[in-house]
């Protein structure tokens, strides 16, 4: 059964820093490009980040440019988000997700087919 998992979130202090890992299972994440959304209380689930199966592309919505890091490990079946300065409005339910589109990626989770649990970031003093 084709699955991604995500873990590494937690309670961090503003300005604190916390790495996500995305493992996926049941298929190989070399042919995916690998998307991380988020979703805070009473809001939609937004884009945070995606990567490329290849790495060429990376893409980071304009509240964490500067501040996280997407990469990937494909011989780990696992994509990493880095984030760094962490502020409150960061927090949310992080989620990973995969798909699989010919010449070009996308910040729409609709296009996205396997998707994660989610793992809870809390940024708060």
């Known amino acids: 059964q084709a699955q991604v998992a995500e873990s590494g979130g937690g309670l961090v202090q503003p300005g604190g820093s916390l790495r996500l890992s995305c493992v996926a299972s049941?298929?190989?994440?070399?042919?995916?490009?690998i998307g991380w959304f988020r979703q805070a209380p009473g809001k939609e689930r937004e884009f945070v980040s995606l990567?490329?199966?290849?790495?060429?592309?990376?893409d980071y919505t304009d509240a964490v440019k500067g501040r996280f890091t997407i990469s990937r490990d494909n011989a780990r079946n696992t994509v990493y988000l880095q984030m760094n300065n962490l502020e409150p409005e960061d927090t949310a339910v992080y989620y990973c997700?995969?798909?699989?589109?010919?010449?070009?990626?996308?910040?729409?989770?609709?296009?996205?087919?396997?998707w994660g649990q989610g793992t809870q970031v809390t940024v708060s003093s």
């Open positions: 049941g298929f190989t994440l070399d042919y995916y490009d």
């Open positions: 990567i490329s199966l290849a790495s060429h592309n990376r």
């Open positions: 997700a995969a798909t699989q589109l010919e010449n070009r990626v996308t910040r729409d989770p609709g296009m996205y087919a396997y």
